[in-house]
């Protein structure tokens, strides 16, 4: 796709920045990274009126440029080098119509680096019911620029905003405010001279965070440090001054521009509801009922398109076996490839209620608040206000939940953060889970109302949670983190939540979770068949010999009894059954087979790989004609020694408690060491939550044997 114009959209957090993103790109984007960084980059592209095509880059949302965290340095980086592959010929900030003083300090300093600006004026229908008006031509006459009001909750104003894009040149913007030379007129002159730049701000911005800049040398580093030495160059007090001044210069130009008839009730509302909802009592109390209708709803909502989908990959597994012509090529497809698949599209309907929730609570405000309630409890254990979002966040994924500990200032808390987020539930034990709930605990209701299956479900996520408290807790006194740290955030008002982006986010994530799971869960099945169907060719001779001697005795009901005996011990003899039996002694008082031995080792790729490896060992096990569901499969296996069945509720429940506390997520270490620069904390974290996670499962199933 021919890109004629690169666009970067700005803005404050909580201005509604992403909806507009989406609403200009809808599924046409990708997620990347910066270039040598580790930031999410999410690119988008949508076509102009006049025929050229955008693309669009979201940069991390920011109240000024001068940045708090990793993240926020990203737009100083972006709108500083015009090298830098995602530079804009165009920013589009986004502002908020409800609070256009304080968005308009961040539009102020953009204009002063002179880059093209468009101003996108959100939420204007918001500001009309809190009786703010704004006078767009007279603001858009003072500012020089284009300004279109938009309200991208309600999708109005976006045709006229890229038709401002459309009509805007390439000439530079600048606001004629604040006397930026001023304020440190020697250091901006060395400067000046020193890169050959014409622009003061741009001058002043280097002056302050030049280490951020990566297209400056060591030299050049050296040099800005020497300016700032020589003239005395104090960073904190300049930019206060910097801030004062000009949010005096947009006081002058906001003047005559708003009109506030509703100031003393315009937050009157959230106000009320926040008397309850942040409650030090009854806020716990409705945070654990709303989590509880989430994990009761994960049950109840999923089960009918569960069943149709277990049905269909039952009927094509049936149908697969019935016509495709008999060969290894047509049992890898079926009882490797297929097995394996239906797996992970079996949880589709969980995951999207999973992330339909998150993504309302997020829409509304409402998780704001509980990031407020959590902040009271968790700096009791030794972790910052901060560390509410990333451990929140992990309910989804811990990966970008321990990339979002960047905005974590204090390094002990970050990395405390760092290392109890994983332990957090997230999407990836949900299969898991709710597998393993079925086979063990009745689908009844409870007081006529509780589903008891969502009531377990919900329990395991609290012993997540609770452990990665006290895990916390522990780690404060080993990395003795004295230092105190402060949880500073706007609280949004409650909105509607905009339903297309919730649908969009159930889409999305949904999606992302069978192809990047899926990707593994294919590669894993291959093998796994490969190892399931074959193994040392005398121990296969023998058993050919054995069951052939047998056959030739037996009627034809018979023989259809010993082709399963066959299977099961073709199995436990291949490399498959030979790995899992090397370790069994390991695993043995946990309550674990061979068989789990397997999954065990193949999900320590990725925690889904569980369900598709069962679906694959139980397919390849049960020969051609079981078709069997995966769940139906697991509950009638029985353990040869005893008679028994092997997913005994302290079986299940020990294995559940493996898969709380266990690391099993390549990606999950990969990204510790790119957030920590060194292999010492992935290797701590991975030792320490595996000795967790085999320590409670040991306790939980000799306990309940």
């Not at 049936?318 to 079926?334: F, V």
Request: charged share 20%; glycine share 6%; proline share 3%.
């Amino acid at each position: 796709m021919a890109k004629d114009l690169k666009i970067a959209l700005v803005g404050n957090p909580n201005t509604g920045k992403s909806t507009l993103f989406n609403l200009l790109t809808g599924l046409n984007q990708k997620i990347g990274n910066f270039p040598g960084i580790t930031v999410d980059k999410k690119v988008g592209y949508c076509k102009l009126p006049d025929g050229r095509n955008a693309e669009i880059t979201d940069l991390p949302g920011t109240y000024s440029l001068y940045p708090k965290s990793k993240d926020e340095s990203i737009v100083f980086q972006v709108l500083a080098d015009k090298n830098n592959s995602s530079y804009p010929d165009i920013v589009v900030l986004v502002a908020d119509a409800t609070n256009l003083r304080r968005n308009l300090l961040l539009y102020s300093q953009v204009a002063d680096l002179q880059v093209p600006v468009v101003l996108a004026l959100n939420m204007t229908d918001l500001a009309q019911k809190e009786g703010i008006n704004v006078n767009v031509d007279l603001l858009s006459k003072r500012l020089g620029i284009q300004i279109v009001a938009i309200s991208a909750r309600s999708n109005k104003g976006l045709t006229e905003l890229k038709q401002a894009i459309s009509n805007t040149t390439k000439i530079a913007t600048q606001l004629k405010g604040t006397d930026v030379l001023a304020l440190a007129p020697e250091a901006i002159q060395k400067v000046k001279a020193k890169i050959g730049t014409e622009n003061d701000y741009f001058a002043l911005q280097v002056l302050h965070q030049h280490y951020n800049l990566d297209h400056f040398s060591e030299v050049d580093h050296a040099g800005f440090d020497q300016i700032k030495k020589a003239t005395d160059f104090e960073t904190s007090k300049l930019q206060t001054e910097e801030t004062v001044a000009r949010y005096r210069d947009l006081g002058k130009i906001l003047t005559g521009v708003i009109e506030d008839t509703g100031a003393a009730k315009k937050f009157a509302f959230s106000d009320k509801i926040d008397s309850v909802l942040t409650n030090r009592f009854w806020g716990l109390i409705i945070f654990m009922g709303l989590l509880f209708f989430l994990f009761n709803a994960i049950f109840s909502w999923s089960a009918y398109p569960m069943e149709m989908i277990e049905f269909i990959f039952a009927k094509l597994q049936e149908l697969g076996h019935e016509y495709l012509p008999a060969g290894q090529l047509s049992d890898l497809l079926l009882d490797g490839v297929l097995a394996g698949l239906g797996g992970i599209v079996v949880f589709i309907p969980q995951i999207a209620i999973l992330f339909a929730f998150i993504s309302i609570l997020e829409d509304t405000g409402y998780m704001a608040r509980v990031t407020f309630m959590m902040d009271r409890i968790m700096r009791k254990f030794g972790l910052s206000g901060k560390s509410v979002v990333p451990m929140i966040g992990s309910l989804a994924c811990a990966v970008p939940s321990i990339m979002s500990a960047r905005n974590i200032e204090n390094w002990k808390d970050r990395i405390i953060t760092i290392m109890v987020a994983p332990l957090v539930s997230c999407s990836a034990r949900l299969p898991v889970y709710t597998l393993l709930i079925s086979l063990v605990v009745p689908e009844k209701m409870v007081w006529g109302f509780i589903n008891l299956q969502g009531l377990t479900l919900m329990g395991m996520y609290l012993i997540s949670i609770v452990a990665a408290i006290l895990v916390a807790f522990v780690m404060k006194f080993i990395l003795k983190a004295k230092e105190k740290s402060y949880f500073i955030m706007e609280m949004p008002v409650y909105r509607m939540p905009r339903w297309g982006n919730v649908l969009f986010t159930m889409y999305d994530k949904s999606k992302t979770f069978v192809f990047e799971a899926g990707k593994v869960i294919i590669a894993i099945s291959i093998v796994l068949w490969v190892m399931a169907t074959y193994g040392p060719s005398e121990r296969f001779a023998e058993i050919d010999k054995k069951y052939a001697a047998i056959e030739a005795q037996k009627d034809s009901v018979q023989i259809s009894t010993l082709e399963r005996d066959k299977s099961a011990e073709r199995l436990e003899n291949s490399y498959a059954g030979i790995l899992g039996h090397a370790i069994e002694p390991a695993i043995r008082p946990l309550g674990f087979d061979w068989k789990i031995g397997i999954a065990l080792i193949t999900s320590f790729a990725a925690r889904e790989a569980f369900v598709g490896t069962m679906a694959t060992i139980y397919s390849v096990e049960g020969g051609d004609e079981n078709v069997m569901q995966i769940r139906d499969s697991m509950r009638l296996a029985k353990n040869p020694e005893t008679g028994l069945p092997v997913f005994t509720f302290a079986t299940a429940f020990s294995l559940m408690l493996f898969y709380a506390f266990a690391m099993q997520c390549m990606s999950t270490v990969a990204v510790v060491f790119r957030e920590t620069k060194s292999w010492k904390w992935p290797m701590i974290q991975l030792t320490y939550m595996t000795v967790m996670a085999y320590v409670a499962s040991l306790i939980a199933y000799q306990f309940l044997k």
